[in-house]
């Protein structure tokens, strides 16, 4: 069965820092990958999708992700975290010519020092 | 455009009520998802839709029923409510090009 895994609950990064937060996907298909932010207690906002082509995708607010099938990974990256990127983030996989199910990862909350 | 709406925001049920949430999408989306969201659980997939008078189950179906005779709606039930669907349900329409789901603001919902 698909799955896809976050393997961090929490991540706390000081403010200015550099950021990656890992994704890792099973699926027997070629997949489609998101990720999305959601501040507390708000809705889920896109932050960049990859279909295919170029497996280095940007996003908005400075984020990028990166595409690699040998690693089954999907990595979120942003080079200095500000203050207002504390939030959970969730990467969510599909799969092309498949049951069309969208599947998302159980989120990893960031923290922010000043 | 609304996008993509839920009714109602809020609701608390008693144990064994039964109750249905409406999601409505005014984009012609193909694809309809239903989510519930519970803390450290992430998203986790109910049932879903590829198009009017078709739905399929996801990773939870157990206790819940879908239908979607308009392409615009897709309406999850409730036939007996129990505490542990106390959770946010969120619903999602898929622009089918590129899969992008547009999320609807949630639904909390309380089972006493």
């Known amino acids: 069965a698909q799955s896809v895994t976050q393997p961090d609950i929490h991540i706390t990064v000081s403010e200015g820092a550099s950021l990656e937060l890992r994704c890792n996907y099973s699926?027997?298909?070629?997949?489609?990958l998101f990720w999305y932010v959601q501040s507390p207690g708000q809705g889920l906002q896109l932050l960049l999708k990859?279909?295919?082509?170029?497996?280095l995708v940007q996003g908005i607010k400075g984020f990028e992700a990166e595409f690699k099938r040998s690693q089954s990974s999907f990595n979120l990256r942003k080079p200095s975290v500000h203050w207002s990127d504390a939030a959970e983030y969730f990467c969510?996989?599909?799969?092309?010519?498949?049951?069309?199910?969208?599947?998302f990862g159980k989120g990893t909350r960031l923290h922010i020092l000043p | 455009n609304a996008g993509v709406t839920q009714t109602p925001k809020f609701r608390v049920l008693k144990t064994g009520q039964s109750m249905t949430l409406l999601c409505a999408q005014d984009?012609?989306?193909?694809?309809m998802y239903w989510y519930r969201q519970d803390p450290g659980m992430g998203l986790r997939l109910i049932h879903y839709?590829?198009?009017?008078?078709?739905?399929a189950k996801g990773e939870v179906p157990d206790g819940y029923n879908v239908s979607r005779l308009k392409k615009q709606n897709f309406l999850l039930g409730l036939e007996s409510a129990a505490p542990s669907q106390t959770s946010v349900y969120f619903c999602?329409?898929?622009?089918?090009?590129?899969?992008?789901?547009?999320f609807g603001p949630g639904t909390r919902l309380t089972v006493t």
């Open positions: 969510a996989v599909g799969a092309w010519n498949r049951d069309d199910k969208i599947i």
């Open positions: 699926y027997g298909a070629t997949p489609y």
């Open positions: 990859y279909f295919s082509g170029d497996t």
């Open positions: 984009m012609n989306h193909e694809y």
């Open positions: 839709s590829v198009g009017e008078g078709t739905t």
């Open positions: 999602a329409s898929v622009y089918l090009a590129d899969r992008e789901q547009y």
